[in-house]
């Protein structure tokens, strides 16, 4: 069981172990629910389609380039040599 502290502005923080067991990360959306009983339920909401469509795209970018595999190991591998020797 994990227990944490409820701050004068009525923040809690999440322990560590209850983080890990939902995945969460810095950003995550929660959900919490009062039962009849008095208990809180945590948990976590999951992300839409929606809301992670196009995440990783180039905005400032009108088209994409389409690279191969190898073309994409080379700049990798330029890189690296370029960063790490």
């Known amino acids: 069981m994990a227990v944490a502290t409820l701050t ?3 923040q809690v ?3 560590k172990s209850v983080r890990d067991a939902l995945q969460l990360q810095s950003g995550c959306k929660i959900e919490i629910s009062v039962t009849s009983e008095g208990e809180a ?3 976590p ?3 839409t389609s929606e809301e992670v469509f196009g ?5 400032n970018k009108s ?4 690279v191969s595999i190898e ?8 890189r690296m040599k370029r960063d790490f020797q």
Do not use: F, H
Not at 63 to 66: A, D, F, G, P
Not at 71 to 78: G, N, V, W
């Open 71 to 78: 073309e994409m190991d080379e700049a990798i591998a330029e």
């Open 63 to 66: 088209t994409r380039q389409v």
């Open 8 to 10: 004068s502005k009525g």
């Open 55 to 59: 995440r990783l795209r180039d905005r």
């Open 41 to 43: 339920l945590i948990r």
């Open 13 to 15: 923080t999440i322990p």
């Open 45 to 47: 909401i999951s992300r």
